[in-house]
């Protein structure tokens, strides 16, 4: 408990920790909602599960919290679905290394900065429809709750190879392309490669925009020698993002 909060107060969040589910709930009480919920799996009076559905019992504003629980990776599919169906909206995987703290929680406000973001965008792209290529679901979910309310229509691919496959399979339903560096099967270099190479106009064409951690000048000059037109930095920004569509599209 002393660990979790030395590395939540270190970038200066305010923790309250506690082994029992009521106990958490008193906290509740006290303190009203909280933002962000890590909760194990087993307590001392209650399992995990029976806390979290408790606490969106009780939460009833329209800004939902956010709520982790901790999970094994070997033992994640057995309760994966009866998770989320109690209100788990996040993992964050065990070992609890200082680092699986703060990306998680770097994800999750991240998420939420997006929605705020999402809030004050006025641009319209109805009728334009890009595809998202983007391993990680929560960065697929940020990049589709800053883009909801352009009316921008949004297919996901999970990797490169997916993306690729969709593609060739549609290649006149896509506008652009945004495309993750790093991802499993085939990277978002390899895919933007062999979809360059696909031998029709329309792969010659489409806009493909690069995400990625990494703009260095050799990051980027590796992007634009694999056929990529353009690169966007994470974490995204929802005023570049609008600016590369703007660039790249033109809307209707």
């Known amino acids: 408990m002393a660990f979790f909060k030395k590395i939540t107060g270190e970038f200066g969040a305010r923790c309250d920790t506690t082994f029992n589910g009521s106990e958490a709930l008193s906290f509740m009480d006290q303190n009203g909602r909280y933002d962000i919920y890590f909760v194990g799996r087993k307590l001392r009076d209650m399992s995990g599960l029976e806390l979290i559905k408790e606490i969106r019992r009780r939460d009833l504003t329209d800004e939902k919290a956010t709520i982790s629980i901790f999970a094994e990776t070997a033992a994640l599919e057995m309760y994966e679905i ?13 070992p609890l290394f200082p680092s699986n703290i703060i990306d998680t929680t770097n994800e999750i406000l991240g ?8 809030k004050k965008s006025e641009v319209d792209f109805d009728n334009r429809r890009i595809l998202l290529a983007e391993d990680v679901e929560i960065n697929r979910e940020i990049v589709m709750a800053l883009l909801e309310p352009t009316k921008l229509k949004i297919a996901c691919a999970e990797n490169g190879a997916q993306a690729l496959e969709m593609f060739k399979t549609n290649p006149d339903g896509f506008d652009m392309i945004f495309m993750d560096l790093q991802m499993p099967e085939m990277d978002g270099l390899e895919a933007t490669k062999r979809i360059r190479a696909l031998g029709i106009a329309r792969a010659k064409e489409i806009p493909i925009v690069a995400m ?11 992007c634009l020698e694999a056929g990529m037109n353009d690169h966007i930095g ?3 920004n929802i005023d570049e993002l609008i600016l590369k569509l703007e660039k790249h599209i033109k809307k209707i």
């Open 82 to 94: 009866e998770a989320k169906k109690a209100g788990v909206d996040i993992f964050t995987m065990k």
């Open 111 to 118: 998420f939420k900065q997006a929605e705020e973001q999402a």
């Open 212 to 222: 990625t951690a990494n703009v260095f000048r050799e990051d980027i000059d590796k």
């Open 234 to 236: 994470k974490p995204i």
